[in-house]
């Protein structure tokens, strides 16, 4: 995350100076669900280089409960190590892009509630279709990735 940048001028005892590397937002997404993946081609497609896609499947450093609340729905992860979910994650990732403004129509006040109350009504139907009932089991894959 810092950098040690020295400098040294005639006669002066060298100064270390951190500098930040500018941190990334981070968007969670499930790899085997085909319409995140579209919609994961669409966003790396036109988001700028301060947003970053994860697969969730690649994430093993992280316990298996995480990943199962990670793949129930969406996750965002902002640089200041806030954590976004669902619609408001979605809408945070977007942007990213030339298409985000519009999409912050669907944090309005008025629709808000009715958004977020579809997104979970579809991410549970979604989780169970692909994972089915019981809890999420994974096996760790060869191309797993330790990316945070």
């Known amino acids: 995350m810092f ?13 270390v100076e951190l500098t930040r590397q500018p941190a990334m937002t981070t968007l969670y997404y499930d790899g085997l669900c085909p319409l995140c993946r ?5 966003l ?3 988001k700028n280089e301060g947003l970053r896609l994860l697969d969730i499947h690649r994430q093993w ?15 965002l992860r902002l640089p200041d190590g806030t954590w976004l979910k669902g619609v408001e994650a979605s809408v945070e990732a977007w942007r990213h892009t030339r298409f985000g403004r519009w999409l912050r129509l669907l944090r309005w006040r008025p629709v808000a ?8 009504r579809w991410a549970e139907r979604r989780f169970e279709r692909l994972y ?10 060869e191309e797993a990735d330790n990316d945070p």
């Open 38 to 42: 579209k919609e994961m081609k669409l």
């Open 61 to 75: 450093q992280r316990p298996a409960s995480q990943r199962e609340a990670m793949l129930r729905q969406l996750h």
């Open 113 to 120: 509630p009715m958004v977020d109350k579809l997104y979970q």
């Open 3 to 15: 950098e040690p940048k020295t400098a040294n001028g005639l006669g002066e005892q060298p100064v």
């Open 44 to 46: 790396a497609l036109y």
């Open 132 to 141: 089915g009932r019981g809890k999420y089991l994974c096996r760790l894959p």
